[in-house]
């Protein structure tokens, strides 16, 4: 692709910003727009659709990378046969190979990021192409020197995963104020992992799903670590996150509590969804990851087709009325499957994260989970 070619594209993506927000917003209900509150909800569907945008522009060079429909038959066939239980192998213990103190200028918290090697042990057909195998796995920890203490364990979103995260949620409050310890999974391909194997997430199928199954292994294996030392569990997801969590909680039978915030469902399927802001260049890949074979290999990561560990009282779903990058249908569909504790943000999937309304409902989930 040319520099001028590239040029005319950012150029166009990024005129666009403006007239989908309109369109997203006015397509919404219970938008005011004459008001301090309608301009505000504008400006975050605003920020969304500038993320959306961001995410496009960064992917425009994917293309390249198609994989044809046949060759996800194969896994498509073994997962769908394993289901969630057989495709999941539980993971071998953590044995973290370095520990390093750090501090968070400005933020007044300290900070460990611990490492280990893990392999997520990968169904048969996923690691004969490649995507198996052990990768240096790293986790963020805020550790009170007592114990035992309530434990959150937080998996953040596509895009997130470096250090900033412990300040944009919060987590300076739920560590001093609440009591609890955190820690934070860097998942596959984002914060200090972004430029090791393997890459994630992508426009291929079949590394979506092993990158997000990795993903689940590796939190799993952070939360048998801290479940010795906890006296209560708490797995947490954001956005992209929230399918690894909810997986975790149904695989992991000893969870206390689980939260969703501004969830998704599939994976492919949603990045199929915002394909069509390229029109009919990415046309390809939209058919192949809507496809019934890719609907199989995503069966196993379905959130909807978990039973959640803790029982209703203890599942929080956390959705944002405006949401222009999930939607609301993920947080509507999981509510009436899991029947938990519901919160609608009025605002988008990006402002969630900079609103004090759902951190209150969150720190009041997490009071009541600590006892």
């Not at 990378?65 to 997962?79: F, G, N, W």
């Not at 048969?124 to 990768?135: E, I, Q, V």
């Not at 939360?223 to 708490?234: E, L, M």
Request: a positive charge; one cysteine or more.
């Amino acid at each position: 692709m040319s520099w001028t070619t590239r040029g005319l594209d950012i150029t166009r993506e990024l005129g666009m910003v403006v007239p989908r927000a309109v369109t997203g917003i006015n397509e919404s209900t219970g938008w005011a727009g004459a008001s301090p509150r309608g301009m505000r909800q504008f400006g975050e569907v605003f920020l969304d659709e500038l993320v959306l945008s961001g995410f496009t522009l960064l992917g425009g060079n994917l293309t390249k990378r198609v994989r044809p429909l046949s060759a996800c038959a194969a896994a498509a066939e073994e997962l769908s046969a394993l289901g969630i239980d057989g495709a999941h192998a539980d993971p071998k213990p953590l044995r973290a190979t370095a520990i390093q103190r750090r501090r968070l200028p400005g933020a007044g918290l300290t900070y460990e990021r611990m490492t280990f090697e893990h392999d997520p042990a990968l169904p048969k057909t996923l690691a004969a192409d490649g995507l198996g195998g052990p990768a240096r796995a790293v986790v963020h920890l805020c550790r009170h020197r007592d114990g035992p203490r309530p434990w959150l364990v937080w998996v953040h979103g596509a895009g997130q995963g470096g250090v900033e995260d412990l300040v944009l949620s919060r987590i300076g409050r739920i560590h001093h104020r609440l009591g609890f310890n955190v820690a934070m999974p860097v998942q596959p391909g984002h914060g200090c992992r972004r430029r090791e194997w393997p890459a994630y997430p992508d426009l291929d199928p079949l590394r979506n799903v092993a990158g997000m199954m990795r993903a689940v292994s590796e939190a799993r294996a952070v939360v048998q670590w801290v479940q010795p030392q906890a006296t209560a569990v708490v797995v947490s997801g954001i956005s992209m996150g929230s399918p690894v969590a909810a997986l975790v909680s149904h695989l992991e039978r000893r969870i206390d509590a689980v939260a969703l915030y501004t969830p998704i469902l599939g994976l492919n399927a949603m990045i199929a969804r915002h394909l069509g802001r390229w029109g009919p260049s990415r046309n390809g890949f939209r058919e192949l990851l809507q496809s019934p074979e890719v609907s199989q290999l995503t069966s196993v990561i379905d959130p909807l087709a978990v039973d959640p560990a803790p029982p209703p009282q203890r599942r929080l779903i956390v959705g944002a009325w405006h949401d222009r990058m999930a939607m609301r249908e993920p947080t509507i569909a999981l509510q009436e499957r899991w029947n938990g504790q519901l919160y609608w943000y009025d605002g988008s999937h990006v402002g969630q994260v900079f609103s004090r309304r759902p951190q209150r409902v969150s720190e009041r989930f997490l009071r009541e989970v600590a006892g």
